[in-house]
């Protein structure tokens, strides 16, 4: 069992940044593929970025050039540096670790509004 716990969200005007962190249990970290994905209020969730074991990288279309993904394998921890940030990135953003089986944290609310 994964446990991932997000943290980072809150309210942003547009222009501002924020950076999502996500924790998680177990000591095979370095193994699982991690990404970030968001669910806007009468949408599906949707892919944002995510980052597998060897360090190689995907974003979706709306983010690229704007949302950087990293990770900290000694820390367990993966990041989700969000710039330029505009209204339609208002959203619950969920931190997913895939090994096997995907495993999901309980999401952190990013409001971008002025």
């Known amino acids: 069992q994964v446990q991932l716990v997000e943290s980072g969200g809150g309210l942003v005007q547009p222009g501002g940044s924020l950076r999502l962190s996500c924790a998680a249990s177990g000591s095979i970290f370095s193994m699982y593929t991690m990404g970030w994905y968001r669910q806007a209020p009468g949408k599906q969730r949707e892919l944002v970025a995510r980052?597998?074991?060897?360090?190689?990288?995907n974003y979706a279309d709306s983010v690229k050039g704007r949302c950087t993904i990293s990770r900290d394998n000694a820390k367990n921890t993966v990041y989700l540096q969000m710039n330029s940030l505009k209204p339609e990135d208002t959203a619950v953003y969920y931190c997913?670790?895939?090994?096997?089986?995907?495993?999901w944290g309980k999401g952190t609310l990013v409001t971008v509004s002025s």
């Open positions: 997913n670790a895939r090994w096997g089986m995907d495993y």
């Open positions: 980052v597998t074991s060897d360090g190689s990288t």
